[in-house]
Every structure is written in C-alpha cells, then in structure tokens.
C-alpha cells in the first residue's frame, strides 16, 4: 500500500485493506497457492467479512482439533485492541469480528514479537520476493 492510497501497480485510485490483501492480482495469485481449488469461487467473490469468516471458520486446523492458537504480531497496539475487553466496542469490523472468533471454544494466547524476530514473516516476505517478483512489506 502507498501513502496516498493509490495503487500504483494496477491503477485502483483507492488501495484499501481488502484490495492490498485479496483483491489485487498479486495477492490473488498468493491466495491460489494457499486455497484449495474447489474453494476459489467462494474466496473470490466473497465480502470481506464473509471471506474473514470463511478463512477463520473452514480452518483445517481447528477442523482437526487443535483449539490453542498463538497469534504473533509486530504491532503491538493491535496486540493491545484485540487482547482486551474494548475490542467489543471497536468501530473496525475486523476487529469485531476478531473478538466474536475469540467467544469461540479455543484458546488463543496473543504474544508481541519485534519485527526484527519475526522470522516466519521473514521467510514468508523473501520467498514471495524471490517466487512473484513483488515487493512485500510485513
């Protein structure tokens, strides 16, 4: 995303979160590499709620029974919204929606973690620069 706004790869005059993270073509081509075939349709044409919902809700992983999750962040103010009781007032969709998948039976541990020791974000943002060809900032 740039500071004004603009995509300036493909020419939407608004970059918001969702096209920075589902609908630009880069980011699509990265989804096809994480979705299952048979769930493009569904991830493609969905709002972002829905699409948030269905990332959350069809996870393989609390499908199989693992119900303690932890979730890292460098941004530790985020930390701080979503860790706590206001979060349920938040005005952000996201963040709302983030607190209703907390009701859920599951234990979710949030934990800050320096950009400088966020090695997984690191590998994950060298290996789409090398595989796509594209500028990633984590």
């Known amino acids: 995303m740039t500071i004004d706004g603009y995509c300036t790869r493909y020419g939407v005059l608004v970059e918001t979160r969702l096209h920075a993270i589902h609908d ?8 096809k590499c ?5 769930d493009w349709s569904s991830c493609f044409s969905s709002s972002l ?5 269905m990332n959350l809700l069809k996870s393989y992983k609390f499908m199989e029974g ?9 941004n530790i103010i985020l930390i701080d919204v979503v860790s706590n009781e ?5 005005n952000l969709s996201e963040v709302r929606l983030i607190h209703t998948m907390l009701a859920r039976s599951w234990q979710v541990r949030f934990q ?8 997984v974000a690191d590998c994950i ?6 595989y796509l060809n594209v500028k990633c900032y984590l």
Do not use: T
Not at 24 to 31: F, V
């Open 34 to 38: 994480l979705v299952p075939r048979h």
């Open 66 to 74: 693992f119900v303690q999750i932890k979730v890292e962040s460098d």
């Open 86 to 90: 206001y979060a349920v007032d938040n």
């Open 24 to 31: 630009c073509p880069y980011a699509i081509g990265i989804w």
């Open 49 to 53: 709620e829905d699409w948030v919902k």
């Open 125 to 130: 943002a060298k290996m789409l620069i090398g």
């Open 112 to 119: 800050h973690v320096p950009r400088e020791q966020n090695n």
